[in-house]
């Protein structure tokens, strides 16, 4: 029977290309092979740049030093690792920061991330505890979209072709801005309007800053500016809202409010939850479904789990539990320290059909503890992770459930690498249904 939770790690590994961490060690690159800085501010971003993404600069990379390397993000050294034997030597070293937070507050140009170990420990379990109470309080509202969405393509004739990024995302945004910013945005038009302003702040974050365009073009810095005002003034609002009352629906921001921060950590934080929480949860969603339309074994295997779990009764909470990943915290400076998973899921030494999707490779004892290991169990390392994993994990119980999904013959779904892994063009799908 396949395991669910192995399962969804194939799914994030496609997604997230690579996942970050702060770790106290190298403060220089001795002993460390790899290249040395082509610009003093920029360090290797141009060979990034240059390489198309960070994936495509990491594999090139690895391959020409081998399983450790350096390079430098800025003024910041950076190590990343390759193969899953050195990711079993560095495990976790650095359990209090997200993955996300490090990169966008330094693109988003936020101030009130430092502060030392207790305060960030503080803020990580506010965000943790945002994460648990919102899920919990807002389960029947993700079942219900979840439903919704299932109706829709239910009502498809099978020669149809679903575009599924398209709906991923805008399932994706109903999800999150409610269960975050609450029933402000049961208002469709509200969901449209935030769509449009996250849309052209995480674009200009995943490629404007990075190689300098953003800069150089004052148009679309106002558009990306204005953009980021407006989600701004949207949280203000809600922040303001919230404070000092009682709702009967707990969202994400209301974990925030009572915890001891002030208005600008709040603001701060919620913005990385919300732009993080969109874009992950849209392309988990959609690189699941994607990767499920490939393989008609899996997608059985799947199916028979769902069932066995849930029976003819209804998706709950409690039952959701025996398929989900969910559900980890040193001082941070110095080196950042990359795990190239993108890397590592391409190594033939380690995996006899690397570029074949095959949950079914993590059942070995050992390859399941490392990569359990790196937050994806247990307590996630990352909210918008774990977030990301019950969303989508609710929703493909719904949709297996009742529909076969299909690819689409002849497409070939080419990956756009960024900050996020996408399609480079709409991957577009067929349904069709099991009774």
Same mark, same amino acid.
């Given at each position: ?147 919704? *969405? ?46 449009? &302003? ?20 004052? $148009? ?40 001891? *921060? &002030? ?17 992950? $949860? ?10 499920? $339309? ?75 503890? $490392? ?65």
């Amino acid at each position: 029977m396949l395991d669910f939770a192995i399962f969804a790690v194939t799914f994030l590994l496609a997604l997230v290309g690579a996942v970050l961490y702060l770790y106290p060690a190298f403060r220089q690159a001795a002993g460390i092979p790899g290249i040395t800085p082509t610009e003093e501010k920029d360090g290797n971003l141009p060979d990034i740049v240059n390489s198309g993404s960070l994936h495509e600069f990491l594999v090139n990379l690895h391959e020409r030093y081998g399983p450790v390397v350096s390079f430098w993000f800025g003024r910041r050294l950076v190590v990343s690792l390759g193969t899953v034997d050195v990711l079993k030597q560095h495990i976790n070293p650095n359990k209090t920061s997200d993955p996300f937070e490090t990169m966008l507050k330094s693109l988003l140009r936020y101030q009130s991330g430092g502060g030392n170990v207790s305060e960030k420990h503080m803020r990580k379990k506010l965000c943790e505890n945002g994460v648990t109470n919102s899920l919990k309080s807002n389960f029947a509202l993700l079942l219900k979209l979840s439903e919704e *969405l299932l109706d829709k393509w239910l009502s498809y004739p099978e020669t149809q072709h679903v575009p599924l990024s398209q709906h991923m995302l805008g399932f994706a945004m109903k999800s999150v801005t409610q269960m975050v910013m609450g029933s402000t945005f049961e208002n469709d038009q509200e969901v449209i309007r935030f769509q449009k &302003n996250h849309g052209t702040v995480w674009s200009e974050i995943g490629k404007g800053f990075l190689d300098g365009s953003l800069d150089k073009n004052t $148009t679309r810095k106002k558009q990306y500016e204005d953009a980021l005002m407006q989600l701004e003034s949207v949280l203000r609002n809600i922040i303001k809202e919230r404070k000092g009352r009682n709702f009967s629906q707990h969202i994400f921001i209301d974990s925030l409010v009572k915890g001891n *921060l &002030n208005d600008q950590q709040i603001l701060e934080d919620s913005m990385i939850f919300s732009l993080a929480s969109c874009i992950i $949860t849209a392309k988990l969603c959609t690189w699941a479904i994607c990767f499920l $339309t490939t393989s008609e074994e899996v997608q059985k295997k799947l199916y028979e789990e769902i069932n066995q779990v849930f029976g003819n009764g209804p998706v709950t909470p409690e039952k959701i539990e025996q398929l989900s990943l969910l559900n980890s915290t040193s001082e941070v400076k110095q080196t950042l320290v990359l795990y190239a998973l993108g890397v590592v899921l391409q190594d033939p030494n380690t995996w006899p059909s690397p570029h074949k999707f095959d949950p079914d490779r993590f059942d070995d004892e050992l390859v399941m503890k $490392t990569f359990s290991s790196l937050g994806f169990s247990g307590t996630q390392e990352c909210p918008e992770l774990r977030f990301a994993y019950m969303v989508t994990t609710v929703l493909l119980s719904v949709l297996v459930k009742r529909l076969h999904l299909l690819s689409v013959e002849g497409q070939v779904i080419e990956t756009k690498y960024e900050l996020v892994t996408s399609s480079r063009e709409e991957a577009w799908i067929t349904v069709s249904k099991r009774y």
